[in-house]
């Protein structure tokens, strides 16, 4: 067993973990020990391959495909130096005031989470893309809701140099896309901050950790030699994910005195929805999500993005097989995507739990509430397809695989609300959320409102873990602003707790 001493470790290395990085990172100049273990590797610029099968391997926890407990949801969490920042799209959003508030985190104000999320949108260069860059795709997503009379706004973007090859979701090849691999971590270890790769925390301890080192078979290698490793920190700052930072802190022991350790996960619950145009349209080159619609946001809890995924998502998303399936793949040139975001409620049984290794399982049951969201949010895609002119579309709750334009008035009867059942419908999630969410009652909370762990001192989480409910838009500047406060909370504990 090898032995390190830091004065601060944080665990991972994604939206949460890089920022609290780069925020302690002038720390290192009064001479405090500073490092960063990250699970994955260092993905090289020449290893950012576009291949879907290959980037999913290198970029994802289980090549992306982690189930939920029921079988009901695959999730997809990044894993790597930059973490789901990697394979983020780069959508970036300010949460809206009435989220916060309902949030009702004592302490936690809008102004101050809106803020932080500011310097974040400058830090990462956010902007609109010029109308010249938008892809066929995007402008049929909002030709359709302008038809229909839907609101529909163009995303601001992180990008820097995008070239348009469309695949951000496998790591951006030309690296355009600002994640914290570009921005947060770079400038953290420019500083002194020492960042450690294909470094799995184990176990956290009072004040040490234990933590294996296994190189991947892809990336650079890590910095220190393989083998265990026992670090000591005064403080620790937990960011691996919603999941795994509630597992390692379940698996550690902490749930004897936080029962509300790993629950209230929210997760976004999301389809991919699928509609044919006649005529061949630029899709999967461009930036693949330029715009939202959050017209059914109050009403009916979803929201509607453009967006553009690869075949083998693209496939594993129908429901069906055979010749229908072959040709609706066939006509990849020719499709339309749209994808829903659902927010789902958040819901003490809704948890993460730990196998007999200590590995995370995650029990999440979809309500009928978010049943109804994917009902409607299904039927609002398909007018939004026929008003962009497809010529059929394939809901995965329709009476058939297809739905013509000559039924487009039909569709009420033609996607009927049996039909959505859990294990039926492809649902997926890339927005997970909690576990470890802010507040100040010990039954109901496990941080508080600056995400010091309630009766650990030294002990802080600092990533979508914190989020106590769903942030009901794309969540990584709400991340990056909510770790920014923690950090500032650090530097401000510091003399006490170093
Ligand atoms: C495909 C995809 C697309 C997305 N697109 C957008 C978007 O366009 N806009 C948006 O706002 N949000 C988007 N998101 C969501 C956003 O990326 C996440 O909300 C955000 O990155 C979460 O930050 P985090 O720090 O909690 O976790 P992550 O960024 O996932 O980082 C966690 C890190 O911890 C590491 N880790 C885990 N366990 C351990 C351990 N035991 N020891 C050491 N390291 C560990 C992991 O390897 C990982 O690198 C997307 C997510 C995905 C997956």
Known sequence: MFEKTFDIVIIGSGAGGGTVAKELA????????VAVLEWGPKISDDEYTGNEVDMARKLFVDSGGML????????????????????????????????????????????????????????????????????????LFQQGCRTLGYNVEQFPLNLKGC?????CNLGCPNQAKQGTHLVQLPEAEKAGVEV?????????GIQELDAVVENAPFGEPSTWEEGRYRIKAKIIVVCAGAVH???????????????????????????????????????FCGHPKSFFCDQFWRSDGFLLESCMYYPFITAKNLVGFGSEHSQLMQAFQRLQMILVLAVDQAEANNRVEIDGDGRPVVDYTLSNATLDSLHTSMKAATR?????????????????????????DDIERLIPRNKVVPGRISITSAHLMGGCRMG?????????????????????????????????????LTVMALADRVAERIRSDAGELL
Request: hydrophobic share 40%; aromatic share 8%.
């Open 196 to 204: 450690i790769t294909n470094c799995l925390v184990e176990h956290i």
């Open 245 to 283: 930072s509630s597992a390692l802190l379940l698996s550690s022991g902490f749930g004897d005195r936080l029962p509300a350790l790993g629950r209230y996960l929210t997760l976004h619950p999301a389809l991919i929805l699928v509609a044919e145009h006649p005529q061949t349209i630029s899709n």
């Open 384 to 408: 939004i397809f026929f008003a962009a002119g497809a010529a059929r579309v394939h809901a995965p709750a329709g009476e058939r695989f297809f739905i013509e334009a000559s039924e487009a």
């Open 26 to 33: 002038p720390l290192c100049g009064e001479g405090i020990r």
């Open 68 to 139: 939920t407990k029921d079988g009901n949801m695959t999730l997809a969490m990044g894993k790597g130096y930059g973490g789901s920042t990697l394979s983020y799209t780069g959508t970036s959003m300010t949460v809206p005031k009435e989220v916060v508030d309902r949030w009702a985190v004592p302490g936690l104000t809008h102004g101050d989470v809106a803020s932080r999320a500011q310097k974040y949108s400058e830090e990462n260069n956010v902007h609109f893309q010029p109308e010249e860059l938008l892809n066929d795709n995007n402008l």
């Open 440 to 476: 100040e009652d010990l039954g109901t909370s496990v941080t508080d409102s600056w995400g010091r762990v309630h009766d650990h001192p030294g002990l802080f989480v600092a990533d979508s873990a914190l989020l106590p409910r769903a942030n009901e838009i794309n969540p990584y």
């Open 163 to 167: 070239k348009g090859a469309g695949i």
